[in-house]
């Protein structure tokens, strides 16, 4: 049973294009996250949802906008995709929002690609 | 704010040798520290999680770190690598302004044969 789950898990795209990445977690939570991975490694949060709250990173261009459906699900969306863009983007869950000690379950990761 | 320093963004042991990870936090308020693992193209596994519970925290696959408050540190061990123990590993403090953890730069392990 994946806890997280992400879809594509590749995915490689022109410039300009719009894309979007899934994700769904089947663990019960209220919060989720999205955090970029850049080519060195580095995490960085780009929003928090949590009971329709959303929490954006004031550095996330407006270009990218997190969807969701109801609380198992988390959607990606990136329009006008720029060579910056390409990264591999986390989605993860966490029980409750603002509960420090909560464990947060990530998923495996979409590579993008923008050429 | 909270932030957290790893020294050594690469690592290098024998297999059975022992692994230091080192990682160092700073917090404005009492801190929940993460170690996570990270295999090759895959996502990130919780290793353990020190909560306040008992600074010597046992995770999985043998690691465990602890949790020293007047070094502000919270160094990952593991007694005897392994060969499967090559990855990259994240230290994260919990407490972001968006309720999110705040990583680390990671460190790489290799472990040698």
């Known amino acids: 049973d994946t806890a997280v789950s992400q879809t594509p898990k590749y995915l490689v795209t022109q410039m300009g294009n719009d894309k979007s990445i899934k994700c769904e977690q089947n663990?019960?939570?209220?919060?989720m996250y999205w955090y970029k991975q850049d080519s060195k490694k580095f995490l960085k949060i780009m929003f928090s949802y949590n009971n329709k709250e959303l929490i954006i990173n004031e550095t996330v261009p407006n270009r990218f906008s997190p969807k969701s459906p109801d609380k198992a699900h988390l959607n990606l969306h990136i329009n006008s995709l720029e060579l910056g863009d390409s990264a591999v983007y986390f989605c993860?869950?966490?029980?409750?929002?603002?509960?420090?000690?909560?464990?947060?379950?990530f998923g495996p990761g979409t590579r993008l690609t923008v050429l | 704010a909270q932030s957290v320093t790893q020294l050594g963004s690469h690592v290098s042991v024998s297999e059975g040798a022992l692994v230091l990870l080192r990682c160092n936090y700073s917090s404005s308020v009492p801190p929940y520290l993460f170690w996570y693992v990270q295999y090759p193209n895959q996502g990130l596994q919780l290793l353990l999680k020190?909560?306040?519970?008992?600074?010597l925290v046992k995770g999985i696959n043998g690691f465990e770190a602890e949790f020293k408050k007047s070094e502000t540190s919270f160094h990952l061990t593991k007694p005897s690598a392994h060969m499967s123990d090559a990855a990259e590993y994240f230290c994260?403090?919990?407490?972001?302004?968006?309720?999110?953890?705040?990583f680390g730069k990671g460190t790489k392990l290799s472990v040698k044969p």
């Open positions: 663990l019960g939570h209220d919060t």
């Open positions: 020190y909560t306040s519970a008992a600074t």
């Open positions: 993860a869950s966490s029980q409750d929002w603002g509960t420090r000690r909560d464990t947060q379950y």
């Open positions: 994260a403090v919990s407490g972001g302004s968006q309720g999110n953890l705040i």
